[in-house]
C-alpha cells in the first residue's frame, strides 16, 4: 500500500540523513524536519555545499544563508535515497 511504503520510505530516509549529520559533525549542527521535509542546519560552507552538489547532479535548496532544504518527490524510493547520500558524500568529502 502506497501510505505503508512512504513510511517506511521517510524513516529510512531520516536514518540516513542522520548518518550523514553524525559523520560530517564539522559541517552540521542539525537535522531538522519529518516526513519528506527536512533541513540540514550548516555550520558553515551552504552555498558552497549547493554548488559541490550540483557538480554531483544533486539540486540543494539553500535556505536562510545555511540551510539545506531537501523536499523530495513522494515517489522517492530507497534506490533513490541510496544514490542522493552516495552523491552528497560526495560532495561533502571536497570541503
Not at 21 to 46: I, K, T
Not at 74 to 80: G, K, P, S
Request: aromatic share 10%.
Amino acid at each position: 500500500d502506497f501510505q505503508q511504503n512512504l513510511m517506511q520510505r521517510m524513516t529510512y530516509l531520516k536514518s540516513r540523513l542522520e548518518a550523514i549529520v553524525s559523520d560530517y559533525p564539522a559541517l552540521f549542527s542539525e537535522l531538522r524536519g519529518e516526513g519528506y521535509m527536512w533541513g540540514l542546519q550548516c555550520n558553515d560552507h551552504a552555498k558552497t555545499l549547493q554548488t559541490l552538489a550540483l557538480k554531483q547532479g544533486l539540486l540543494l535548496n539553500v535556505t536562510g544563508g545555511n540551510v539545506i532544504r531537501l523536499l523530495p518527490s513522494l515517489t522517492f524510493n530507497q534506490a533513490d535515497i541510496d544514490v542522493f547520500e552516495t552523491k552528497f558524500r560526495m560532495a561533502l568529502n571536497q570541503l
